[in-house]
């Protein structure tokens, strides 16, 4: 967002307006991996997911400036927290103290791979859930209408219900609502199992009482108390805060994550900029933290019981599902690389890196991603990826969908042709220059603020008046003039934003039938063209790579067609469907519907004649 508004005040400010123009979509994304990498401090991670996330082909010269921007993003903002004394040096966010030797045991692979299948389903039900509170706002309702007549009611609304479904003296108690984001995912990323504390603690014999949680502060933790009872009581502090008098350790980690995942995807709906990468990666950690107590609860010895000496860890298990969950709802892999950063050990890697592979496969397999799906729902452009369609794409020519009927200029054209390009509803970016309407050579593109620039200035300026002006003038009161209009007419006619006055219709007409001179206008000499036969699969690479909006279509030359990123994603998700088009069944369907709208034509004029002679026989 910062970077956006940026570059619309030095676009401005710039004289040459292609200058920023051709590096707006590498800003956007370096800027969304210094986002991430402030967040989590994780330089490496979030050029990572920028270029899995925002862009499809990254440039091999951005890595560079991505680099540059995500370490320096990351390491000030780390410095601001030494600099505020907010912690005492620099380092990971969530650092965790798992065991380095023998981390994991080889069976423990087939849970991490069971884990991910669930995150998969959680992430698929996540997206679901999110489009179905979207439309469920969106039907038309008095509901609806009312949010809609008063847009701040709906987020205050929100609010308030989240708030007190997370009072921690309410229903909330029992899902540890009471800690922040940050401590609850410091806690769950812990490296001792909660319930075989909770069990030692019951048994014996009620050395700490379990009606109040303990709170610990670190003057507590001097070097008079012995380190064991410091450790003791640390331990204690986070167990009694995940458990309570009435409920256990898995109770309140799977309410936590089931309270989580509702208000998570409420709030998302919200229209505030709130972020959704944190609230996930808390959202996997309490279901992982979850699974890992009931898998030492299972395995109490390890799940190998050859050697029970390597115990189940269950906070590598909360760090392998929060990776899994945000990389299945976002789409991404590189999470699991954010997750290496953010915790500082490597130990896990491949279990984590496992859990979030089958965490996207079921997700991608089930559904789209929440990026997607918003695209999807707001209508916006996106070019879909081929899974299905790439066996067959080989087959389907670019000829076979393409749009033929193209509005473009020529050298020798009239203003009266710009004018009915600038008062159209469907207004393009780029206009294809040719030679001549029966040649169609093309010879380049040029923009429609050319277009515009060329109308105004053949149009008087003086005879310029806004719509409002337009209004006010009273053409009828006004008296005419005999010298320059005998008859006492007006001729009131509209151009863009304005509406054009003129005394006699014959002058505006003499301007709009002058030759278009295009000498001092920009235009590109050398767009992007390609051929009829130029498989789909091509055209999807080239969109990809180029980040392309539209594409012309050319036979020797000569302009037969353009393809955009609509007409682009059409044609793929009618192929992933089956359907492939082909050019003769468009041209066969085109003549069977005009014969039989001809026919319907005749059947219309002889009904009346049909009449008569009923009549006349009666």
Same mark, same amino acid.
């Given at each position: 967002m910062i970077t956006s508004q940026l570059f619309r005040v030095f676009g401005k400010v710039s004289t040459q307006p292609n200058e920023y123009e051709t590096r707006f979509q590498e800003l956007i994304t370096i800027a969304a991996a210094v986002g991430v990498a402030t967040t989590f401090a994780a330089p490496v991670g979030s050029v990572l997911y920028s270029i899995e996330i925002v862009k499809s082909f990254f440039a091999v010269r951005s890595y560079w400036e991505g680099f540059f921007a995500t370490t320096w993003g990351a390491l000030l903002w780390r410095l601001f927290a030494v600099w505020f004394q907010l912690e005492d040096n620099i380092s990971h966010i969530l650092l965790t103290d798992f065991r380095t030797v023998n981390p994991f045991e080889t069976l423990e692979i087939i849970l991490f791979c069971i884990?991910?299948?669930? %995150?998969?389903?959680?992430?698929?039900?996540?997206?679901?859930?999110?489009?179905?509170?979207?439309?469920?706002?969106?039907?038309?309702?008095v509901v609806t209408n009312f949010l809609g007549r008063y847009p701040l009611f709906y987020p205050l609304v929100i609010s308030f219900f989240i708030a007190s479904l997370k009072y921690p003296h309410g229903i909330a108690q029992f899902s540890s609502a009471h800690l922040s984001m940050e401590e609850a995912m410091h806690e769950l990323f812990s490296n001792f199992s909660w319930h075989d504390f909770h069990l030692h603690d019951s048994v014996s014999g009620g050395r700490h009482a379990r009606s109040a949680p303990i709170v610990v502060h670190e003057s507590n933790f001097s070097t008079n108390i012995p380190q064991e009872e410091t450790l003791f009581m640390f331990q204690s502090h986070i167990v009694h805060n995940w458990s309570g008098e009435y409920t256990t350790v898995f109770i309140n980690t799977f309410l936590f994550f089931l309270s989580n995942f509702f208000t998570i995807a409420i709030a998302s709906t919200v229209p505030v900029p709130g972020g959704l990468i944190v609230p996930l990666f808390m959202l996997g950690a309490g279901f992982g933290r979850f699974f890992g107590e009931v898998a030492s609860y299972t395995?109490?010895?390890?799940?190998?019981?050859?050697?029970?000496? @390597?115990?189940?860890?269950?906070?590598?298990?909360?760090?392998?599902?929060?990776?899994?969950? %945000?990389?299945?709802?976002?789409?991404?892999?590189?999470?699991?690389?954010?997750?290496?950063?953010?915790?500082?050990?490597?130990?896990?890697? @491949?279990?984590?890196?496992? %859990?979030?592979?089958?965490?996207?496969?079921?997700?991608?397999? @089930?559904?789209?991603?929440?990026?997607?799906?918003?695209?999807?729902?707001?209508?916006?452009?996106?070019?879909?990826?081929?899974i299905k369609a790439s066996a067959v794409s080989h087959n389907v020519l670019v000829e076979d969908f393409m749009d033929t009927d193209v509005q473009y200029v020529w050298n020798g054209c009239t203003y009266h042709t710009l004018n009915?390009?600038?008062?159209?509803?469907?207004?393009?970016?780029?206009?294809?220059?040719?030679?001549?309407?029966?040649?169609?050579?093309?010879?380049?593109?040029?923009?429609?603020?050319?277009?515009?620039?060329?109308?105004?200035?053949?149009?008087?300026?003086?005879?310029?008046?806004?719509?409002?002006?337009?209004?006010?003038?009273k053409v009828s009161n006004t008296k005419p003039n005999s010298n320059s209009n005998p008859t006492g007419e007006r001729f009131l006619s509209h151009f863009g934003p304005y509406r054009v006055v003129y005394t006699n219709k014959t002058a505006w007409e003499e301007k709009l039938s002058s030759t278009v001179d295009f000498s001092s206008s920009h235009i590109d000499p050398a767009p992007l063209q390609i051929m009829e036969g130029t498989p789909l699969s091509n055209i999807h690479n080239l969109f990809s790579l180029l980040s392309l909006q539209v594409v012309y279509v050319t036979s020797l030359g000569r302009l037969t067609g353009v393809v955009s990123l609509k007409d682009l994603r059409r044609t793929i998700e009618s192929v992933e469907k089956g359907q492939i088009p082909t050019r003769t069944d468009q041209v066969i369907s085109g003549k069977v519907s005009q014969i039989s709208q001809a026919m319907i034509e005749e059947e219309d004029e002889e009904e009346p004649l049909r009449k008569i002679d009923d009549d006349d026989e009666h």
């Amino acid at each position: 967002m910062i970077t956006s508004q940026l570059f619309r005040v030095f676009g401005k400010v710039s004289t040459q307006p292609n200058e920023y123009e051709t590096r707006f979509q590498e800003l956007i994304t370096i800027a969304a991996a210094v986002g991430v990498a402030t967040t989590f401090a994780a330089p490496v991670g979030s050029v990572l997911y920028s270029i899995e996330i925002v862009k499809s082909f990254f440039a091999v010269r951005s890595y560079w400036e991505g680099f540059f921007a995500t370490t320096w993003g990351a390491l000030l903002w780390r410095l601001f927290a030494v600099w505020f004394q907010l912690e005492d040096n620099i380092s990971h966010i969530l650092l965790t103290d798992f065991r380095t030797v023998n981390p994991f045991e080889t069976l423990e692979i087939i849970l991490f791979c069971i884990l991910g299948i669930i %995150c998969g389903l959680i992430s698929f039900l996540f997206v679901r859930l999110q489009r179905s509170i979207v439309l469920l706002i969106r039907r038309k309702n008095v509901v609806t209408n009312f949010l809609g007549r008063y847009p701040l009611f709906y987020p205050l609304v929100i609010s308030f219900f989240i708030a007190s479904l997370k009072y921690p003296h309410g229903i909330a108690q029992f899902s540890s609502a009471h800690l922040s984001m940050e401590e609850a995912m410091h806690e769950l990323f812990s490296n001792f199992s909660w319930h075989d504390f909770h069990l030692h603690d019951s048994v014996s014999g009620g050395r700490h009482a379990r009606s109040a949680p303990i709170v610990v502060h670190e003057s507590n933790f001097s070097t008079n108390i012995p380190q064991e009872e410091t450790l003791f009581m640390f331990q204690s502090h986070i167990v009694h805060n995940w458990s309570g008098e009435y409920t256990t350790v898995f109770i309140n980690t799977f309410l936590f994550f089931l309270s989580n995942f509702f208000t998570i995807a409420i709030a998302s709906t919200v229209p505030v900029p709130g972020g959704l990468i944190v609230p996930l990666f808390m959202l996997g950690a309490g279901f992982g933290r979850f699974f890992g107590e009931v898998a030492s609860y299972t395995f109490p010895n390890g799940i190998n019981p050859f050697n029970p000496s @390597l115990g189940i860890i269950p906070g590598a298990y909360a760090v392998a599902a929060s990776a899994a969950v %945000c990389g299945g709802v976002t789409g991404s892999l590189s999470v699991a690389v954010i997750a290496f950063e953010i915790t500082g050990q490597l130990t896990h890697l @491949l279990p984590i890196i496992v %859990c979030v592979l089958f965490s996207n496969l079921v997700a991608r397999y @089930l559904g789209p991603t929440t990026y997607e799906n918003t695209i999807e729902l707001k209508n916006l452009p996106f070019l879909p990826t081929m899974i299905k369609a790439s066996a067959v794409s080989h087959n389907v020519l670019v000829e076979d969908f393409m749009d033929t009927d193209v509005q473009y200029v020529w050298n020798g054209c009239t203003y009266h042709t710009l004018n009915n390009i600038v008062n159209s509803t469907n207004l393009l970016a780029f206009y294809p220059f040719v030679s001549s309407p029966d040649s169609k050579y093309l010879l380049g593109i040029i923009h429609h603020t050319e277009l515009k620039g060329l109308l105004e200035a053949q149009m008087s300026k003086s005879v310029f008046k806004t719509k409002e002006e337009a209004l006010n003038d009273k053409v009828s009161n006004t008296k005419p003039n005999s010298n320059s209009n005998p008859t006492g007419e007006r001729f009131l006619s509209h151009f863009g934003p304005y509406r054009v006055v003129y005394t006699n219709k014959t002058a505006w007409e003499e301007k709009l039938s002058s030759t278009v001179d295009f000498s001092s206008s920009h235009i590109d000499p050398a767009p992007l063209q390609i051929m009829e036969g130029t498989p789909l699969s091509n055209i999807h690479n080239l969109f990809s790579l180029l980040s392309l909006q539209v594409v012309y279509v050319t036979s020797l030359g000569r302009l037969t067609g353009v393809v955009s990123l609509k007409d682009l994603r059409r044609t793929i998700e009618s192929v992933e469907k089956g359907q492939i088009p082909t050019r003769t069944d468009q041209v066969i369907s085109g003549k069977v519907s005009q014969i039989s709208q001809a026919m319907i034509e005749e059947e219309d004029e002889e009904e009346p004649l049909r009449k008569i002679d009923d009549d006349d026989e009666h």
